[in-house]
């Protein structure tokens, strides 16, 4: 019979009739055969020889193979490694707005300041040059792609002007925030409000003499609506005056004194990255081609706009 050890097989044979005359212990003086010492040595010689083959094959436990056949046992499959873990699914953020939004790509810069700190975005726009809330509320198109996008954030961008104006905020900007509010719920995402900046000269025209007076407007003009509606602020303009206050040299308009520069739109896409994740995007390697001092510079005045006043903005 044959015995297998995983894998390993043990034929134990008859044993071949011995010559007595070896097996006798010289130093017995009994005369007796020493035929039960020597059955004890091979016993205990069978028995390290098992042993070993045992060690070696293993600690399964045996397999009895059937007779004249030897058998081979097919090792368990080594365990897989753990499937790495489903990449996350990207935010899908909306950006309805107008030249503010467009120019520099805002959306493009958050999109890759996000992904450079581990996080997929997904982005797309709906603006036009001049465009207003009530523009976009009234445009099939923008309204379009609010319904069937799947977005998970849709950003609406107003006029810095608008919101400056309380007759303009109460008579077209309001309403058309609202409507745009409850399509934007009915599609299942979240209403982002993008507060801008003011002019870099304010607007003397209208009353407000200087940038840091049409701030003022335009800040409060967000948060009325904001706190109406219950819906998230990203607070661009608040963390501009912030930089401004710091650093007046630093350049976020472009000559125009209305766009952003590159900087501009880089500190804006910081605060929609503090907001959005609620998360700071201190550290974040992608600079968007601005010197790295610039950047850090930028990235904290972000998350000491956003993360150290959260209820402020009605953050999530």
Not at 253 to 259: A, K, V
Request: hydrophobic fraction near 45%.
């Amino acid at each position: 019979m044959g015995v297998q050890m995983s894998g390993c097989l043990i034929h134990c044979l008859p044993r071949p009739r011995q010559d007595r005359s070896r097996l006798r212990n010289p130093r017995r003086t009994s005369g007796k055969p020493g035929m039960e010492s020597s059955g004890r040595q091979l016993s205990v010689l069978c028995a390290v020889v098992v042993s070993l083959m045992v060690a070696a094959c293993g600690n399964s436990q045996p397999t009895v193979a059937p007779e004249g056949r030897a058998t081979t046992v097919t090792p368990a499959a080594a365990p897989t490694p753990m499937s790495a873990p489903a990449a996350a699914r990207p935010t899908r953020v909306l950006f309805v707005g107008n030249s503010l939004t467009f120019v520099s790509d805002l959306p493009q810069i958050f999109a890759e300041l996000a992904r450079s700190a581990g996080r997929p975005v997904e982005v797309d726009m709906a603006a036009e040059g001049g465009w207003t809330c009530a523009d976009h509320a009234a445009s099939d198109v923008s309204l379009g792609k609010i319904a069937g996008g799947g977005w998970d954030y849709v950003v609406l961008q107003e006029q810095s002007a608008m919101l400056a104006l309380p007759e303009k905020r109460e008579e077209q900007m309001a309403p058309a925030v609202r409507l745009l509010h409850a399509k934007i719920t009915e599609g299942g995402a979240v209403t982002v409000l993008f507060m801008t900046w003011a002019g870099r000269d304010g607007l003397p025209a209208s009353g407000y003499e200087d940038y840091h007076a049409m701030q003022a407007g335009v800040e409060a003009g967000y948060l009325e609506i904001a706190d109406e509606l219950g819906v998230m602020v990203v607070p661009v303009g608040a963390a501009w005056r912030e930089v401004v206050a710091a650093d007046p040299d630093l350049e976020l308009w472009q000559r125009d004194g209305i766009h952003p520069a590159q900087a501009g739109s880089y500190l804006a896409a910081c605060v929609f990255y503090a907001t959005l994740f609620g998360a700071s995007p201190e550290g974040v390697t992608y600079t968007a081609g601005l010197p790295v001092e610039t950047a850090l510079t930028l990235q904290a005045a972000a998350v000491g706009t956003v993360l150290e006043n959260p209820e402020r903005w009605h953050l999530r």
